[in-house]
């Protein structure tokens, strides 16, 4: 959301100031990239309770291949959960 939004505020100002729709994008795209980079907004480390979780599913894909299943390939998750 803080991206979108900052994005937008670019958007409308440099419009307000004349500015070409091709810079006001590149401009956009450049405050975009900053909010990304707002260490606010990373991920905080894992709880104790997280680790436990992550511990527990690797041992259930282990016990899955310790019975013949196969090793998977990629991993598809939420963005919204944890990896």
Known sequence: ILEREAKK???VAAKQQ???PAFCEEL???VRKQVLQ???LHDAALSLDGKVMALNA???IN???SK???K???ILVSPLERT
């Open 18 to 20: 004349g500015l070409s």
């Open 72 to 74: 998977p390939t990629c």
């Open 63 to 65: 016990q899955l291949l």
């Open 38 to 40: 707002d260490e606010a």
């Open 68 to 70: 013949g299943f196969a």
């Open 58 to 60: 690797q041992a259930q």
């Open 28 to 30: 956009a795209e450049r």
């Open 9 to 11: 505020r670019a958007s």
